[in-house]
């Protein structure tokens, strides 16, 4: 366990573009020092190196041969994540690993379980855990004033315009493909806002015209008859992506843009005493936006409008369920517009690490730990083979092992 008043070492493996912007993101962040980085890639090595003004490696090896890296993030392609995570554990490290956590099931539970074995902390980079508006949906479940979704889509038009025909991400030996490579990180944010674990998957995918697989949907069924769809299309360019996520509560509904979410907006029907604790919502904005280790930049915002008796007073019924919800409420969560979607993914990042730095002090559990991270590669995995054979397929509970069905 790290003494709780020494700052936690931290050493960097892949000094590529996401590696750096890991280093840039966690610059500063109290109890954490950088250490050292180390690539393959010397001239990379050297540069972020020197940008941090630690000494610049040339393998994971060297930089586990070091006593002042008590702990390692993880920022290479995601084949060698199992691997690099694996032998960091087992040299006693804490670790920071990017998504997905493994390329198969089968890796990512054997990481979990090392990590286990070792007593270390180990974070995987599910950003949106750490996001400030679905953390504040979460909140808003849990204290009433939304009911537990019932209902969850994403839908990702994402680009392709970076990704030329010889890109690893194409390569399901390197990347896993699209639901293991992204998709991981929705079915993580999913089964965080369902609040259970992914039952089974159906699953397409589309190819092309004489080229690799560039969209895929799946529908995840989580326990109660909850729905989760999702559909990852690498098809545009930079300028025309668009996400959009969007949550049924019932009497309910929450709309959140974009794959780092800077804006909510919330429509609900419900009584005099919902309206009146929606009421008060924005004097509270700064608790509900809290994330541990992200820094606000102050502009951003929550506003409540409730039109009172927009609805009639006789009672509405939907599946099942009976209210009296005469009052209509539009809310906005907003984290400052698109202008401040850099802030929000750095300090996302930033917020991860610092739970890594909270596990490693105190040894509690993780926001997005190892059960998160296997749990989300176990349903990419599902949902490739059942895009590959046309059949539905279960999701294994963490704790089991994975024996993939060839038919229904």
């Given amino acids: 366990m790290t003494h709780a008043t020494a700052p936690l070492g931290l050493g960097l493996v892949g000094c590529g573009g996401f590696g750096a912007y890991v280093l840039d993101a966690v610059a ?16 990379r090595a050297k540069a972020l190196g020197e940008r941090h003004g630690v000494p610049a490696l040339g393998s994971l090896e060297e930089l586990l041969e070091r006593e002042d890296v008590e702990a390692v993030a993880i920022a290479v392609p995601p084949a060698a994540h199992a691997a690099m995570a694996t032998a960091a554990l087992r040299a006693g490290r804490h670790v920071f690993c990017e998504k997905p ?10 990481v979990a379980r090392e990590a286990e074995r070792a007593g270390r902390a180990l974070v995987v980079d599910h950003v949106l855990r750490y996001n400030p508006l679905l953390r504040a949906v ?7 004033l939304l009911a537990a979704p019932r209902r969850f889509l994403f839908e990702n038009d994402a680009s392709d315009q970076d990704l030329g025909p010889g890109h ?24 965080a806002l369902l609040g259970s674990d992914p039952v ?44 959009l996520m969007r949550l049924d509560h019932g009497f309910a509904e929450t709309r959140i843009e974009g794959w780092i979410p800077v804006r909510a907006e919330i429509s609900a029907w419900t009584d005099e005493q919902g309206a009146e604790a929606w009421e008060r919502l924005p004097a509270r904005a700064d608790a ?35 209210r009296v919800v005469p009052h209509h409420v539009r809310a906005v969560l907003d984290l400052g517009g698109e202008i401040r979607k850099p802030h929000v993914y750095s300090e996302s990042v930033r917020a991860a690490v610092a739970d890594l730095v909270r596990v490693a002090r105190d040894g509690s559990t993780p926001v997005a730990d190892a059960v998160a991270g296997l749990t989300a590669v176990a349903v990419a995995e599902a949902a490739t083979l059942a895009a590959d054979t046309g059949t539905e397929q279960p999701v294994p509970a963490p704790g089991t092992t994975y024996h993939p069905q060839e038919s229904s």
């Fill in 288 to 322: 509900l936006l809290h994330v541990d280790g992200f820094r606000p930049h102050g502009g951003e915002r929550v506003s409540v409008t409730v039109e009172r008796d927009a609805g009639s007073s006789d009672p509405a019924r939907g599946r099942g369920e009976t």
């Fill in 138 to 144: 979460e909140r808003l479940v849990a204290q009433g």
């Fill in 200 to 243: 089974s998957v159906r699953a397409t995918a589309a190819r092309r015209p004489g080229g690799p697989v560039d969209m895929v949907s799946a529908d995840v069924l989580h326990p109660g008859g909850v729905l989760a769809s999702h559909l990852h299309s690498f098809t545009h360019a930079h300028r025309c992506e668009r996400q």
């Fill in 28 to 43: 500063g962040l109290p109890g954490l020092r950088p250490a050292a980085v180390a690539d393959p890639d010397p001239v």
């Fill in 168 to 191: 690893w991400f194409w390569d399901r030996a390197h990347s896993g493909g699209i639901f293991v490579e992204h998709g991981v990180h929705f079915f993580d944010a999913a089964r």
């Fill in 101 to 110: 956590l493994a390329t198969t099931a089968r890796d990512a539970r054997a």
